[in-house]
């Protein structure tokens, strides 16, 4: 079975500094790799997602990410963060295509320090 | 606006009592799947279902029912067999095809015991 593992519960960063949030996943195969941001009693909306290809992956909101394949890493990045970045972040992977679902790391509550 | 409605945004349940979760959307998505977040642990997957008529149970289905009668609805009962309930219920969509759909998720409902 499938499992993601994101290491840092909290993680504080400077506003303006730079971000990065780890992932690491366990699939046998080639997995589909997610990330999803909650702002508090929020649904989830979607910051990125990888399938093949580039390894360097575009999202919204300036974020990106790089799938390491060695390393079973999918760690998001951000240039430089803005107060409205503070917010739950989770990564996710999908099994069997995606259709049966998702499998959620316990995600990182991102705090930034004005 | 395409999107996914889930109602009502809080919900109270009596010790016994079944209650369930109304989910809408009309983003004319074959898969539709409910989530449980709880703090510190992410989403798990309760129930999903791919097509009309047809589900299979998740991560923790114990406690939890649904049904797939339209294409655009799956609402989720929390049964009294539930012995914890509290949480943060969460539904998502998404098309069906191999892998590369990634889910939207709907603003979620808190339920709570009295």
């Known amino acids: 079975a499938q499992s993601v593992t994101q290491p840092d519960i909290h993680i504080t960063v400077s506003e303006g500094a730079s971000l990065e949030l780890r992932c690491n996943y366990s699939?046998?195969?080639?997995?589909?790799l997610f990330w999803y941001v909650q702002s508090p009693g929020q649904g989830l909306q979607l910051l990125l997602k990888?399938?093949?290809?580039?390894?360097l992956v575009q999202g919204i909101k300036g974020f990106e990410a790089e799938f390491k394949r060695s390393q079973s890493s999918f760690n998001l990045r951000k240039p430089s963060v803005h107060w409205s970045d503070a917010a739950e972040y989770f990564c996710?992977?999908?099994?069997?295509?995606?259709?049966?679902?998702?499998?959620f790391g316990k995600g990182t509550h991102l705090i930034i320090q004005p | 606006d395409g999107g996914i409605t889930q109602s009502p945004k809080y919900l109270f349940r009596k010790e016994g009592q079944n209650v369930t979760l109304s989910c809408e959307q009309n983003?004319?998505?074959?898969?539709m799947y409910w989530y449980r977040q709880d703090p510190g642990q992410g989403l798990r997957l309760i129930y999903y279902?791919?097509?009309?008529?047809?589900?299979q149970k998740g991560d923790i289905a114990e406690g939890y029912s649904v049904s797939r009668e339209k294409k655009e609805s799956f609402p989720l009962t929390v049964t009294s067999a539930q012995k914890n309930p509290t949480a943060f219920y969460l539904c998502a969509s998404s098309k069906s095809g191999p892998g590369n759909q990634p889910q939207h998720f709907g603003d979620g409902t808190r339920l709570s015991i009295l």
């Open positions: 983003l004319n998505h074959d898969a």
């Open positions: 990888y399938f093949s290809g580039d390894t």
């Open positions: 279902s791919q097509i009309v008529n047809d589900f």
């Open positions: 996710a992977v999908a099994a069997g295509g995606g259709a049966d679902g998702l499998t």
């Open positions: 699939y046998g195969a080639t997995p589909y």
